[in-house]
């Protein structure tokens, strides 16, 4: 199957500070990603839609100015946690769905994940 | 609106018994509905689909799932236990559809296998 690779995956920061969470596509491109964020013994929560080249969609209660998504290019998207605090810390997992391979079939292929904490 | 029920927390079972993790799901349109599984601190590795086509479907790692329209459920099953399968599984659905539509989560099965 297809490789979605995220960076870093573990990270720690202190409070204040902002964390940059890179989410690669290595042998497909992908025109739409997403991000999850995931609570310890919980489930996948959708931050927000990320397609290439336009503003990501963000789901309702995330705050766009906190979680800033860029998509730039058709292999890379990047989270960044602005202004971190420790009610942030989580484990945040990116997925993608790639381009012209005619599936709509809405199989996606997820990253390892990204450990934050925050101190 | 996409939703999924994972009903149980925590699923018990003996190696080489059968297990069942079980799954029902509500859209409006036509179910997408996948299996994912994960081990700790890692992302989600992808067991099965349903689409189309036959209610069984075969998956990764011997395990199967059985699309009940009439009863709106996608219970994950596999014949004979192994330690190994001990993980968090997640069912998910999509609108077909709806187009580009991310995946929806349920709150994820906790299985441990026991020796």
């Known amino acids: 199957g297809a490789v979605v690779s995220q960076h870093p995956s573990w990270v720690i920061c202190k409070s204040g500070t902002s964390v940059k969470i890179e989410c690669r596509s290595l042998?497909?491109?992908?025109?739409?990603m997403f991000w999850y964020r995931q609570f310890p013994k919980q489930s996948l929560m959708l931050m927000a839609t990320?397609?290439?080249?336009?503003?990501?969609?963000?789901e309702q209660g995330v705050e766009k100015d906190k979680f800033l998504i860029n998509h730039a290019s058709l292999t890379l998207s990047t989270l960044t946690v602005t202004s971190a605090h420790p009610e942030d810390s989580s484990f945040y997992i990116c997925?993608?769905?790639?381009?012209?391979?005619?599936?709509?079939?809405?199989?996606?292929?997820f990253g390892e994940g990204s450990r934050l904490t925050v101190l | 609106a996409q939703s999924v029920a994972q009903p149980e927390d925590q699923v018990n079972v003996a190696e080489g018994n059968p297990l069942t993790v079980k799954c029902t799901y509500s859209?409006?349109?036509?179910?997408?509905l996948f299996w994912y599984v994960q081990y700790p601190n890692r992302g989600l590795q992808f067991l099965l689909k349903?689409?189309?086509?036959?209610?069984l479907v075969k998956g990764s790692y011997g395990f199967e799932a059985e699309f009940n329209k009439s009863q709106t459920s996608f219970h994950l099953k596999k014949p004979s236990a192994l330690v190994s399968d001990s993980a968090l599984y997640f069912c998910?659905?999509?609108?077909?559809?709806?187009?580009?539509?991310?995946?929806?989560f349920g709150k994820g099965t906790r299985l441990s296998v026991i020796a």
């Open positions: 349903y689409i189309t086509g036959d209610n």
């Open positions: 042998d497909f491109q992908a025109t739409t």
């Open positions: 998910a659905v999509r609108d077909g559809y709806s187009g580009n539509t991310p995946l929806v």
């Open positions: 990320s397609n290439e080249g336009s503003k990501a969609t963000y």
């Open positions: 997925s993608a769905r790639g381009a012209g391979t005619g599936d709509n079939t809405g199989e996606l292929f």
């Open positions: 859209v409006s349109g036509n179910p997408y």
